[in-house]
């Protein structure tokens, strides 16, 4: 699939999925996100919606970099989100964190900046590893979908552009 607008509703639809299996693992299998997978899930809302915006306005040259940028921006960060939340994963037990309060909890008690800091330390749930796949835990699959939209990001952001033919 070569064309802007199919790469991006692919990645608009592997985002769906991705928000559609968390729902799944929440509500059916009643795992329980950590603060850490629920800024993965805002992260790939995110990118979902820029891929949806930049499918349905399907732009030429310039547009379809700015959709790249922003589609790196907010991979680039869930990506960053996931490899923490991977790192604490694999701590030995004496170095996990302690666990913390809930992420309501922070946001309503705390400026923005400070929360944001303290759920990016991690706390003890975060540690844990409530499923895998292939020996990869959640956080794991979900940093692969961040790099695949990272790249995705960047061939839109750096490859060439041919203006259409208007005939």
């Not at 070569?2 to 592997?14: C, D, Q, T, Y």
């Not at 994963?89 to 004496?94: C, I």
């Not at 409530?130 to 790099?147: G, K, R, V």
Request: glycine share 8%.
């Amino acid at each position: 699939m070569n064309s802007f607008r199919g790469v991006f509703l692919v990645g608009f639809l592997a985002c769906l999925s991705m928000l559609l299996i968390a729902g799944y693992f929440q509500f059916i299998e009643r795992l329980e996100p950590c603060p850490l997978c629920i800024l993965q899930r805002v992260m790939v809302f995110v990118a979902g919606v820029f891929f949806l915006i930049g499918a349905i306005h399907n732009p030429v040259t310039t547009g379809r970099r700015v959709y790249g940028f922003l589609v790196l921006l907010a991979a680039g960060i869930g990506a960053a989100i996931s490899a923490r939340h991977v790192w604490i994963q694999n701590l030995p037990e004496d170095q996990v964190p302690s666990c913390g309060p809930g992420l309501n909890f922070i946001l309503e008690n705390f400026p923005l900046s400070q929360a944001v800091d303290m759920v990016l330390k991690g706390s003890g749930e975060c540690a844990d590893v409530l499923w895998t796949f292939l020996n990869l835990s959640i956080p794991a699959w979900t940093f692969i979908a961040f790099i695949v939209m990272c790249l995705v990001g960047l061939k839109q952001l750096f490859g060439h552009h041919k203006h259409p033919d208007f005939i």
